[in-house]
């Protein structure tokens, strides 16, 4: 069971004095945002022994809210970055209840053999989270050279460090659902996605970051055959939104909040589309949940609600997604198999779309991000 609690908004009221002369107008409710620590962690996450975690790309979106998860758990972390001495970017992690304690960083890069050796180093778990994002300015030639092969590069350098570490007895790979899904029109209407669908539609020239994601992973389940010392999880989560750790400026999913959400542009009545949407703390979760419970085995695929037009057309291509072929979703829905991720992890519900986007938005305008109007 969770802590009480746990996905239930809770208001505050302002009210006058008692005896004012002159209350002041009556204000709305305050809503008590939860920021990234605001998802309870789970009974087997506080039951684990508390260990090492290597956990690779530090400074991004995903990887963020998992280390605070794995921080507030007790466990110590050697977070991969590709400069450790940027304190701008690592500031917000510092902050986190734990850093300075139980946090480390190494330099380690995902096209360099060896370079992540020395994070792994003495660590019973490895959450492999680090994948190159271009989503702009790449050539159809340049697919494979600039997406494709670091994915695979990384995938063959850690899991290569995994094999040279024999502490290391799980790892948790995000993927992500372009892996099995380009375009709801790939199968026939009403098929379900499940383990045993890979997408085949993508290509080094066609949509490489989805084409990248589905040779990684099969890479990365043909590794974890070759041994037997090591067990693999994979995560495969559809769009992430949430709040962040940091800025996260680069993220596809903070820059569309800060370009249509806030302002208002194009989200009143948007029609559904065939992609769902995940919470980035639901994300962090599934995934440490994942690492400490000993019968997970296999993918996971955290979703919920199915995003509206404007979503996919702004963050699409973080998932693969050229936007003809969301322009072809419309009126279709996709759907996806995610009752191993409650049988096993034993996450059935997810945080509301509305909540989501709500403490999005509200932890952007508290960072200056957005300008609150």
């Not at 094999?163 to 995000?174: A, I």
């Not at 989200?267 to 065939?274: D, T």
């Not at 996919?312 to 936007?323: E, K, Q």
């Given at each position: 069971?969770?802590?009480?609690g746990a ?6 009221s302002i009210?006058?004095?008692a005896g ?6 009556a204000?709305p409710?305050?809503p ?13 996450e ?8 290597c ?7 995903i990887?963020g809210?998992?280390?605070e998860?794995l921080l ?6 050697h977070?991969t970055?590709r ?14 209840p734990?850093?300075l304690?139980?946090?480390r960083?190494f330099?380690a890069?995902?096209?360099s053999a060896g370079s ?7 660590c ?6 680090a ?8 050539r159809?030639?340049d697919?494979w050279?600039r ?10 350098n850690?899991?290569g460090?995994?094999?040279r ?11 992500s659902i372009?892996?099995i ?10 098929h379900?996605?499940g383990?045993?669908?890979w997408n ?10 989805a084409?990248?994601k589905?040779l ?6 043909e ?5 037997g ?8 989560p ?8 940091g800025?996260?400026g680069g993220?596809?999913?903070v820059?569309?909040?800060k ?5 208002g542009?194009?989200?009143p ?14 994300v962090a ?10 019968h997970a ?13 404007w979503v996919?057309w702004?963050?699409?291509?973080l998932?693969?997604l ?8 419309r009126g ?8 191993r991720?409650?049988a ?21 305008a508290?960072?200056?991000m957005?300008k609150m109007?």
């Amino acid at each position: 069971m969770k802590e009480p609690g746990a996905h239930q908004r809770k208001t505050l009221s302002i009210n006058a004095r008692a005896g004012s002369a002159d209350p002041p107008p009556a204000q709305p409710p305050a809503p008590v945002v939860r920021h990234v620590s605001g998802v309870p962690l789970y009974d087997a996450e506080l039951s684990t022994p508390k260990s090492r975690v290597c956990v690779t790309g530090a400074t991004g979106y995903i990887a963020g809210p998992i280390i605070e998860r794995l921080l507030r758990a007790g466990h110590i972390v050697h977070a991969t970055c590709r400069d450790p001495a940027n304190t701008k970017a690592l500031q917000p992690l510092l902050k986190l209840p734990g850093a300075l304690e139980r946090l480390r960083f190494f330099r380690a890069d995902l096209t360099s053999a060896g370079s992540f050796d020395a994070a792994i180093e003495g660590c019973e778990y490895v959450v492999h989270v680090a994948a190159p994002v271009i989503l702009n300015g790449v050539r159809r030639r340049d697919g494979w050279s600039r997406i494709v092969e670091p994915m695979l590069q990384g995938v063959d350098n850690v899991i290569g460090a995994v094999n040279r570490t024999p502490s290391v007895r799980r790892v948790v790979m995000t993927s992500s659902i372009s892996a099995i899904c380009t375009s709801v029109r790939d199968r026939p209407r009403g098929h379900v996605y499940g383990e045993a669908d890979w997408n085949d539609s993508a290509s080094e020239t066609y949509m490489p970051y989805a084409y990248g994601k589905m040779l990684s992973e099969r890479r990365a389940w043909e590794l974890e055959a070759q041994q037997g010392r090591w067990r693999l999880v994979t995560v495969l989560p559809s769009i992430v939104f949430g709040p962040t750790v940091g800025e996260c400026g680069g993220s596809e999913s903070v820059q569309a909040v800060k370009d249509a959400v806030w302002p208002g542009r194009m989200y009143p009545a948007a029609p559904n589309l065939g992609m769902p949407v995940v919470d980035v703390r639901d994300v962090a979760a599934v995934h440490c949940l994942a690492m400490v419970l000993p019968h997970a085995r296999g993918s996971f695929r955290p979703s919920k609600r199915l995003a509206p037009y404007w979503v996919l057309w702004l963050v699409g291509p973080l998932i693969g997604l050229h936007r003809d072929v969301i322009s072809a979703m419309r009126g279709r829905s996709a759907q996806f198999d995610t009752s191993r991720t409650a049988a096993d992890l034993g996450l059935k519900e997810w945080l509301p779309l509305a909540d989501t986007l709500e403490d999005m938005v509200t932890d952007m305008a508290d960072k200056g991000m957005i300008k609150m109007r």
